[in-house]
């Protein structure tokens, strides 16, 4: 059974950094696409990043672009979201997800491309 477990999340003020994690298990993501999703409060859950197979294709939302990162570890089946200058309108549980289908050149920005999914971090700015 596949499982997406993401950690790093917190509570961090505006300006403040944080890494979240998402370590897979069940079987091997190193040909899939995955990406991050989050869902703020009262909101739809939203696109943040997407990584393909290795790293040569990284698209963001506007709204992160230049400040956030996204990278993968193949070998540790992992993929990371590093978050700097972060702000109040960043505040939202945080999801990984990863596509069952291998070797996207340009992984998708859409949720319904991606079969499984983690349970959430939550990520709360303070002004």
């Known amino acids: 059974q596949v499982h997406l477990v993401e950690s790093g999340g917190g509570l961090v003020q505006a300006g403040g950094s944080l890494r979240l994690s998402c370590a897979a298990s069940?079987?091997?993501?190193?040909?899939?696409?995955m990406a991050w999703f989050r869902q703020g409060p009262g909101k739809e859950r939203e696109f943040v990043s997407a990584?393909?197979?290795?790293?040569?294709?990284?698209p963001y939302a506007d709204s992160v672009k230049g400040r956030f990162t996204i990278s993968r570890d193949n070998a540790k089946n992992t993929v990371y979201l590093q978050m700097n200058s972060l702000k109040p309108e960043d505040t939202a549980v945080y999801y990984c997800?990863?596509?069952?289908?291998?070797?996207?050149?340009?992984?998708?920005?859409?949720?319904?491309?991606?079969?499984?999914w983690g349970q959430g971090t939550q990520v709360t700015v303070s002004s």
């Open positions: 997800a990863a596509d069952a289908r291998q070797s996207f050149i340009v992984p998708p920005r859409v949720r319904n491309e991606y079969t499984y």
């Open positions: 069940g079987r091997t993501f190193a040909r899939n696409p």
């Open positions: 990584i393909n197979w290795n790293g040569g294709s990284t």
